[in-house]
């Protein structure tokens, strides 16, 4: 199985930073993406930012030049760092890990229980 673990979140003032991380662990036979979802209150679950192994990066225009998502593949883990945060950042967080394991041949999301982020003005 894979284990994914959110934390980091809490609450800040507009202007404010904060920094998610992201533990990944398990029987994992190739990574395929991690990436950081959000849900605002009443709102969908939007992709945010996605990073590759090989570090292709991408971000959701909305947070382009505030978000900055980052890796330590020796500790598995992934870092979503948020700066100059919005009350509109408002959400939980939920990170995704896409990957490949022993049971499964293609990549399959495993997700996080998230973490809340909340921004005041």
């Known amino acids: 199985q894979v284990q994914v673990v959110e934390s980091g979140g809490g609450s800040v003032q507009a202007g404010g930073s904060l920094k998610l991380s992201c533990v990944v662990s398990g029987n994992i036979v190739k990574g395929c993406t991690v990436d950081w979802y959000r849900q605002g209150p009443g709102k969908g679950r939007d992709l945010v930012s996605s990073?590759?192994?090989?570090?292709?990066?991408w971000y959701t225009d909305s947070v382009e030049g505030r978000f900055s998502i980052s890796q330590d593949n020796d500790k598995r883990t992934v870092y979503l760092q948020m700066n100059s945060l919005k009350t509109e950042d408002t959400a939980i967080y939920y990170c995704?890990?896409?990957?490949?394991?022993?049971?499964?041949?293609?990549?399959?999301?495993?997700w996080g229980q998230g973490t809340q982020v909340t921004v005041s003005s």
């Open positions: 995704a890990a896409r990957v490949v394991t022993p049971a499964t041949p293609n990549c399959r999301n495993y």
């Open positions: 990073i590759s192994p090989g570090g292709t990066i």
